[in-house]
């Protein structure tokens, strides 16, 4: 039976993970830096466990061995995704993770060749916004003729994990970016745009997402403009570290998230949907879980891969009870 190593799994959203991927039948080893938290993990789902370091080349390959799929979910992860994607690419092993920084997509286009020449996928953001939005768009990119462009917004609502939040400051980009022409390009970082997620609209701010690289990788549309709504107490004032692991099962049933988009043809149509899903953190866990039983059934092609342009435009919808729903042109 093959298996997937789920790396980090012992953190807020890897445990969520884990718990999915052994209720769906999957064969797991969680793995991670910590030994004490992992043990725990291991013997409350019935599992084995691996404990190395990402930055110790020589372990990270001994741990591989016997993996089938390396899931990442260990951020921030400018620190792991290089040396996890290398080390599955040396492995001749899959390589997904749960990223939403933009280096780790630029990363997995550096190792595209890499990648192929070895018959290894990457499939960064297996689970989490890119999946959403990429599903999002790839919908709506299928109701316009000749698609231009893609103006993508993210509500975000209910409050940050502990890990989402110190990744999110340590990366926090002082440029703002948006897809021209196919190439990533500054842009104006106080030009807000308004998005309808279902009640009126609301102005949201540019932002740089990994997702203006892998809409615009799965869609082939040039120009792409990505976007975020915060609601409540999406981002935490104070001591980040002093943050709770991350919202219970309550607080993510009481906050779910939406996604709008508008993409615009060459002869100016415009064709606009939304998309309504749980919370986050529970679809973030749920769809790297079934991203990881896809491929572990055979759903791969070497190189970068996105969710979108692997699974189809549907995969988002086979998620929890996710909707899109088409507004008129």
């Known amino acids: 039976m093959k298996t997937v190593m789920i790396y980090g799994a012992a953190g ?3 445990s969520m993970v884990a718990e999915h991927a052994k209720a769906a039948g999957l064969n797991i080893v969680v793995a991670g830096r910590s030994e004490a938290p992992l043990s725990e993990l291991a013997t409350r789902l019935g599992v084995s466990s691996r404990v190395f370091p990402v930055d110790d080349p020589i372990a990270v390959t ?13 951020g921030p992860f400018m620190r792991t995704a290089e040396p996890l994607m290398r080390a599955a690419i040396a492995a001749g092993i899959h390589y997904l993770d749960v990223a939403a920084e933009l280096d780790s997509y ?3 286009e550096k190792l595209d060749a890499d990648a192929s020449a070895a018959g290894v996928m990457l499939l960064p ?3 989490g916004s890119v999946a959403m939005l990429g599903s999002l768009a790839s919908h709506a990119v299928a109701r316009i003729a000749q698609p231009r462009t893609i103006r993508i917004a993210l509500h975000i609502t209910g409050s940050m994990s502990r890990g989402s939040a110190i990744s999110a ?5 002082t440029e703002t970016l948006a897809r021209r022409g196919g190439r990533l390009q500054s842009r104006g970082s106080s030009e807000t745009q308004p998005f309808d997620f279902g009640l009126g609209e609301v102005d949201c701010f540019p932002l740089t997402l ?4 892998t809409i615009g990788r ?11 709504h915060l609601s409540g107490d999406a981002f935490p004032d ?8 991350g919202p219970d099962a309550e607080q993510r049933n009481a906050n779910r998230y939406q996604a709008a988009v508008e993409v615009t043809g060459a002869d100016g149509t415009v064709a606009r949907s939304i998309l309504d899903t749980v919370n986050g953190y529970s679809f973030t866990a749920l769809a790297a879980a079934e991203a990881a039983r896809r491929v572990l059934d055979g759903e791969a092609r070497s190189g970068f891969q996105t969710p979108a342009g692997l699974f189809s435009a549907g995969f988002a919808e086979t998620i929890a009870d996710t909707t899109i729903t088409d507004l008129p042109t």
Not at 169 to 173: A, I, K
């Open 210 to 213: 990994p997702d203006l690289i």
């Open 12 to 14: 807020y959203t890897g």
């Open 238 to 245: 104070g001591d980040i570290k002093a943050l709770p692991t």
């Open 62 to 74: 001994a741990a591989l061995e016997g993996a089938d799929v390396l899931l990442n979910c260990a």
């Open 106 to 108: 630029l990363l997995a």
């Open 125 to 127: 953001g297996s689970g």
């Open 218 to 228: 799965t869609t082939g549309v040039p120009n792409v403009e990505t976007f975020v």
């Open 169 to 173: 400051t340590e990366n926090v980009m």
